[in-house]
C-alpha cells in the first residue's frame, strides 16, 4: 500500500512529467475551459489563454514548457498562418491589394512612429533597443482569426486586407530584426543584404510555383487516397515553413505563403478543407493558445513600480498604434466601422512574432528583462482585447448582412433548397456528391437527397436492402465534407419514372445525374432514360462528365443559347455555376449573343458574384463545334440546353451527351437543362427577364 501511495504521489508530482497525464490535462482544457467561459459570454480563445496562465509554470505549474508542448504549439501557429493563407479570398485579395498595401504600411508604420519616441525619450533606452522595442509594436499574430474563421466572415474585405497587411508587416518587421541584430553583431554588410535577397527570392519560386505545381500531380495521380491528400497538405507546410527558416524568415511567412499557393487547389466546401479545418481547430491551433498563455507570469506586475510602468506603456502604446492604423485605413477605403474594429481587432493580438523579435533581441542583450516581463503581460492583455473585439465586429457584420435586403434576385428559397442526387452507377458516385456540395447554398438546411430506384420484380425486396446498404456508405462519404445527406430507395417500373415521382415528392429544386454510359445497346437505352427524365420533369438538371478531379480547374467556360434569359430557370442554374467557380477559384467564361450576355452581367452584378466573369459574343450556336477544339484539357466545359418548346430550343440540342463526348472525349463537361415550371422563384424574382419585358431584353427572337 507504500508503494501504491509512492508510485502514485510521484506520478502527480508539479510540474506533471507522465506525458498520458499531461496529454490527458491538457485534453481536458481544450474540452472544458471553452463551454465553462461560454456562460459569462468569453470567447473560448480567451478561455484557452487564461487557462494556460492557470497551469502555467507561473500559475499552478501543473504543466512545464517542455519540447512537446513547444512541438505542438509551433504546429499550432503555422496551422493558424496556413489556415489564413487557405481561405484567404484570393479574387477579394487582389481586387483589394492597394488595401492590403495600404494597410499593411499604416499597420507597419503608426506603431513604429508612435513606439519608437515612447521608448526612446519616454522610457529612456538607447538606438536599437528603442527602435526593436517599436518594431514589435508593428507586428502582430491573428490569433483571433479561428473566430472569423467559424463565424464565416473570413472572406470579408476587411479580413483579406488585414491577412494581407499581417504578412506585409511581419515581413517588414523580421526583416529589421535581422539587421538591427546584424549591426550589433557587426556582420552588416553587401554581403548580408545580397545573401537576403537571393534566398528569399528562391524560396518564394519553390513555395509559389513549384509546390502548387507538385500538389496538382499528386492530387490528380492519387485522387483515391484521401487521407494521403491531408498528409501531403501538411507535409508541404511544414516543408515551407523548413525553407522560409532557411531564407532567413520566420517559419510564420512560410506556412502562410504555403498556404497561398495551394489555395485554389482545395475547395472551401471539400473534405480535405474539412480535415484540415477539424483537426486545426480542434487540436493544434488550442494547443497553441494554451502555450501563449504559459507564458505569462502575472508576478512581473508586482515586481516593481518599474515593471509595472513599462507593461503598461507597452501595452497601451502596442493598442493604440494598431486603433490608429485600423481607423485611417477605415477614412481611406471607406469601410463601414465595423470593418474598422473587425481590421483592429485582427490585427492588435500580439503572440509568436512579437515573441520572436523580444526573445532574439533579449538574447542578443539588446534589450533588458523589465521589456520582456513588460511584453508577457502585453501579449496576454492584445489577445484578451483581440479576440474580444473580433468577435464582437464579426457579430455586427453577419447582422449587417442578413438585414441586406437590396439584393431583388437573389433566391430566397435557395435557403431551403433540396437537390436530389439519383446514382445508377456507384464507382463516380464520390465526385458527384462533391459536385452536388459544391454547388449546394450553404444556408440551406436541407440534406441533399441520394435515390437509388430498384425495379418493382420479384427480386424488388432483396434488391431494396442490397440498394439501402450501398447508399449508407454514402453517408459516411458526406460526413467527410461534414454534410448531412439522406438516403432514399424505391421501388418502381424504371428508373425515370421513379426518379420523376420522388423529385416531385422531396419537391427537389435540382437534379443532379450521371452520365450516359457508353456501350452500344445499353447507351441507347440509357438514354432513353435520361430523355425521359429531362421530359418528365420540370426541375433544373445538371447532368455531369467529371473524370479529372473537380479541384484541377482553373476556367469554366459556360456556353448558352439565345433567349436563355427567358428560361425560368436562368437565375438559378446561373447562381449554382457561380458558386461552383467560387469553391473552385476558378473563372467562367461565357459565350452567348448579346441579350443573353447583358441578363448574364446584370445577374452578376446585383448578386454581388465573387467569381471573375468573362463575357464573349458569338454569332450563332454552331459556334460550340468550333470552339470545342480550342479548349484546354483542365477547362470544365458548360452547355446550356433546353427542353423542347423552350424559348432557348435549338435542334442541336438533340442527343447532346454524344455530341460532346465526341468533341471533347477528355474535358470534364456539364449539360444543365434549367426548369420549366411556371412558378417558383425564378418567375417571382426575375420576371423582367422571363417574360421579356426588362429593357435588356426587348427584341424578338430570331429564327434558328
Partial sequence: MEKFWEHLSHEFALPLANPILVFSLILFIILLSPILLRRFNVPGIIGLILAGVLV?????????????????S??????????AGIELDLKEFKSNRNGSLLFGLFTFAFPLG??????????????????????MFATHTMVAYPIVSALGVAKNRAVA??????????????????VIVGKSEGTLDSGFWMKLGISLGIFSTIVLVLMPKIAKWFFKKLESEKHSHYIFVLSMVFLAAFLAEIAGVEPIIGAFLAGLGLNKLIPHSSALMNRIEFIGNSLFIPFFLISVGMLVDISVIFSGPMALIIAGTLSLVALFGKWVAAWFTQWILKYSPSQRQLIFGLSSGHAAATLAVILV????????????????????????????VTERAARKLIIATENDNSDLLKLQIEKQETLLLPFANVENIEKLLEFTIFIKDKKSLKPISILSVVSNNEEAESNLLKARKKLEDFVTQAAAFDTEVNIITTLDLNPASGISRVSREIMADTIVLGWPRKSGLIQKIFGQKMDAIVANTDRTIFICHLESPLLLHRSISV?????????????QWFMKLARLAEELSAEIEFFSTGSTLEALGFLSQSN?????????????????????????????????????????????????PEKMESLIPENNILIIYPKKSETGPDMEKFEGLATGHDPLVNKEPTTH
Wanted: proline share 3%.
Fill in 361 to 388: 533581441g533579449y538574447r542578443a542583450e539588446i534589450l533588458d528583462e523589465n521589456i520582456l516581463n513588460g511584453t508577457i503581460v502585453l501579449i496576454l492583455i492584445t489577445c484578451l482585447v483581440s479576440s474580444l
Fill in 559 to 571: 456556353f448558352v443559347p439565345e433567349w436563355a434569359e427567358r428560361e425560368f430557370g436562368f437565375t
Fill in 56 to 72: 502555467g509554470p507561473f500559475g499552478l505549474n501543473l504543466l512545464e514548457k517542455n519540447s512537446a508542448i513547444e512541438l505542438f
Fill in 74 to 83: 509551433t504546429i499550432g501557429l503555422l496551422y493558424i498562418m496556413f489556415i
Fill in 114 to 135: 508612435i513606439g519608437f519616441p515612447v521608448c526612446y525619450y519616454v522610457l529612456g533606452y538607447d538606438f536599437n533597443a528603442s527602435f526593436l522595442t517599436a518594431s
Fill in 161 to 178: 486586407i488585414t491577412v494581407g497587411g499581417t504578412i506585409l508587416t511581419d515581413t517588414a518587421v523580421l526583416i529589421i530584426l535581422a
Fill in 608 to 656: 454581388k458574384v465573387g467569381a471573375r466573369l468573362t463575357n464573349h459574343t458569338i454569332t450563332n450556336w454552331e459556334y460550340f463545334k468550333n470552339q470545342s477544339q480550342s479548349l484546354g484539357v483542365d477547362e470544365l466545359v458548360v452547355l446550356i440546353a433546353a427542353r423542347k418548346g423552350s424559348p432557348s430550343y435549338h435542334p442541336m440540342m438533340e442527343n447532346i
